[in-house]
């Protein structure tokens, strides 16, 4: 997010350019009138490009802090470490591609995600599996 810093400093940048828009008119100059009129369109693009990229980077860092969380089963993520599992599951393909978490649904022997439809058939994987449960006040069971 664009911090009190740097929207004051933008304030005072369009103040400033709007003193010198009024400077110009007074000298009657209209070719300098001009050119700050035009100085004042290249730095709103300019703004807007820095909220565009102040916005990407939040969610880069908030991408980031929730791979930090992650944890791969060999099928699916977790939030959480084996044995303190937060929430879950979640469906690999959703996250790999578009940093979308998307949680999967119990579907015959395994998971499947309901936006990309991948299937994760666990059990298949590993005959002594058993498919955690997931108790919402007390987060999961092992
Ligand atoms: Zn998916």
Same mark, same amino acid.
């Given at each position: 997010m664009i911090g009190p810093g740097e929207f004051a400093a933008a304030k005072g940048l369009l103040e400033l +350019?709007?003193? %010198? +828009?009024?400077? %110009?008119?007074k000298a009657g100059n209209?070719?300098? !009138?001009?050119?700050?009129l035009e100085l004042h369109g290249e730095l709103l693009k300019l703004l807007q490009a !820095?909220?565009?990229?102040?916005? #990407? +980077?939040?969610?880069?860092? %908030? %991408?980031?802090?929730?791979r930090e969380t992650l944890e791969f089963d060999g099928h699916v993520y977790w939030v959480g470490k084996r044995g303190d #599992?937060? !929430?879950?599951?979640? $469906?690999?393909? $959703?996250?790999?591609a578009d940093?979308?978490?998307?949680r999967v649904m119990e579907f015959n022997r395994g998971w499947r995600c309901p936006q990309c439809s991948t299937y994760f058939e666990t059990q298949k994987a590993n005959? !002594?599996?058993? #498919?955690?449960?997931?108790?919402p006040l007390g987060g999961l069971e092992s």
């Amino acid at each position: 997010m664009i911090g009190p810093g740097e929207f004051a400093a933008a304030k005072g940048l369009l103040e400033l +350019v709007g003193s %010198a +828009v009024d400077l %110009a008119k007074k000298a009657g100059n209209k070719e300098l !009138n001009e050119k700050i009129l035009e100085l004042h369109g290249e730095l709103l693009k300019l703004l807007q490009a !820095n909220l565009t990229l102040t916005q #990407r +980077v939040a969610e880069l860092e %908030a %991408a980031q802090k929730t791979r930090e969380t992650l944890e791969f089963d060999g099928h699916v993520y977790w939030v959480g470490k084996r044995g303190d #599992r937060k !929430n879950g599951p979640y $469906c690999t393909k $959703c996250w790999d591609a578009d940093q979308k978490l998307l949680r999967v649904m119990e579907f015959n022997r395994g998971w499947r995600c309901p936006q990309c439809s991948t299937y994760f058939e666990t059990q298949k994987a590993n005959p !002594n599996w058993e #498919r955690p449960k997931y108790d919402p006040l007390g987060g999961l069971e092992s």
